[in-house]
């Protein structure tokens, strides 16, 4: 068909083969280098090289053109360019394939921005006690309260029943701002009267978070944790305050832990007892941390006081309620066996990863 074609070169004869098909490979790679996809760069193949593709074509033009003696060379000229072709075909394949992987690489990655740093550490053992404690007592239908840590006078000494002139105030090294009237909290019991004043009965709190005593030692931290509770309801009784706690220090200290409760003394609570646990370190013998003694104080604990009801406006002859508060910090030192609670502050890293 083409041997007519008006647009067609005459059929070369054998000496300006070879010519024809370099210039023919030369069009052929010129226009697979524009190409931008796979698609247009078979397109351009089946035009070449397809069954009715150029090259072909020319190289059958050529064979039967060619007198019977040249046909031989004729044929081989012309698989030689064939083969040629399709090498150009693959190498163009080739880096079309890496020009779409690079474009996708810039796209999604770009590879010069910093690497992810993997994140070191792993959260403070007072967060991870704080946890377990809100989840223990959240179990039991205390919600999580809160307070300010600068509190006023009223909240953390009146309204607990330490009037200015009581000597429990002397018990706490108070940080006063000047006016005398804002302190840092002592205690966690403030959040006793927030609460309070806040809601009518019946109420279940508990109220993590930090307090402040003029201390520094080795036990002691001028800033440290405590978690306060507090239930108010129709006859509730020590019994449910101690069952309470005894649930709380087999669940956090273990099944095996023993647990005293001690008769003591605060002007908020009446009757109040110190509660005590089994000593982490000596199991109960007796060691330096515990003193001989082989118990560990970690909770002040009573049932509230009908003056602190008073102070809020609750109707004491209808209401009884228990409180209890202590040191998270030296619940954590117990849990995990450390000796000095000023490690807790010191920020650095080996003790808290
Ligand atoms: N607030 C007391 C303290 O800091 C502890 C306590 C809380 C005692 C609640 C009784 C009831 O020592």
Redesign the pocket.
Known sequence: MSGKDPQSPPPAAPGELSRLFVELLNRYQGELQHVASQQALRAVHARYLGKEGEIRRRLAEALKAAPGPEKKGVGQAGNAAMQRAEEIFQARLASLREEVRQADLARLVDVTLPGRPRRLGSLHPLTLVRRELEQIFGELGFVVATGPQVETDFHNFEALAMPADHPARDMQDTFYFPDEQLVLRT?T?PVQIRTMLAHKPPVRIIAPGKVYRKDDDPTHSPMFN?I?GLLVDQGVSFADLKGTLLHFVRRFFGPDVAMRLRPSF?P??EP?AEVDIQCHFCHGAGCRTCKGTGYIEIL???MVDPEVFRQVGYDSERYTGF????GIDRMAMLRYGIDDLRLFFSGEAHFTS
Do not use: P, R
Request: glycine content about 26%; proline content about 0%.
């Open positions: 205690h019991s405590q306060e605060f908020f609570t109040s002040g604990c009573g409180a209890f508060g202590g």
